[in-house]
């Protein structure tokens, strides 16, 4: 299996544009995790899913973000419009079991918003 | 909700010094813990999980972790450090039942002096 996959790798993007990502988890897992990383956070839960059901987007920061998960093989992350402050890597993982087992994590989309 | 402490932000080290990287967190109840590592520049790989058994777990690249429960810990360590482990390294745990989030420490940075 390729892992868990996340594209784009690296966005810059204008404040005020409209932003997605997107993730790929492994075939099979029914759990899919956002995160955001920054220096100055850490490591963020943003929202995850089980089963394409979003279970907990209380870590959403704010309207602007929202996130879809269609199907069982696709997720994305949206941000509208961007601002400077969401510049940050945003990590997606996949997880196998209901009750929770270890997490796999994307390789990160750096966003960067000038 | 649980939370996850780790106390040590950034630890220097000379090559062949032993390692501990604290790690405590919140909850009462059944708990799985995990460890990753986040290398330069990289996505969080796993570095070993706890679910049950033996409280001594043993990881990839020489890591080990022992989970006292008494002291609601899960300590991370290393005989003999090397300078590929200079990373960031992750202590989470989540809750053992039900669709429960992972929930991640700050994080520990780890430098090792050749």
Not at chain 1, 69 to 91: G, W
Not at chain 2, 75 to 94: G, H, I, M
Request: charged letters at 20%; aromatic letters at 12%; proline letters at 5%.
């Amino acid at each position: 299996d390729a892992g868990v996959i996340q594209s784009p790798r690296h966005e810059v993007t204008e404040m005020g544009q409209e932003v997605t990502l997107r993730c790929k988890p492994i075939s099979g897992h029914n759990s899919l995790f956002w995160y955001r990383q920054t220096m100055m956070r850490g490591l963020e839960l943003l929202i995850y899913f089980n089963n394409n059901v979003p279970i907990d987007d209380s870590g959403m920061p704010e309207d602007r973000f929202s996130a879809k998960m269609p199907n069982a093989s696709f997720s994305t992350l949206k941000i509208q419009p961007s601002e400077p402050r969401d510049s940050a890597v945003y990590f997606c993982a996949s997880s196998l079991a209901q009750g929770h087992t270890e997490a796999f994590f994307g390789q990160g989309t750096r966003l960067t918003v000038v | 909700a649980q939370s996850v402490s780790q106390h040590n932000h950034h630890v220097i080290l000379s090559e062949a010094a032993s390692l501990e990287l604290g790690c405590n967190y919140s909850y009462g109840g059944t708990v799985n813990l995990f460890w990753y590592v986040q290398y330069p520049g990289q996505h969080l790989q796993l570095l070993l999980k706890y679910f049950s058994g033996d409280p001594l777990v043993k990881g990839i690249k020489g890591f080990e972790a022992e989970f006292i429960k008494s002291k609601f810990s899960f300590n991370l360590r290393k005989p003999s450090v090397q300078w590929s482990d200079t990373a960031e390294y992750f202590c989470a745990v989540t809750r053992n039942f039900g669709n429960e989030k992972l929930t991640f420490g700050t994080g520990t940075r780890l430098t090792i002096i050749p």
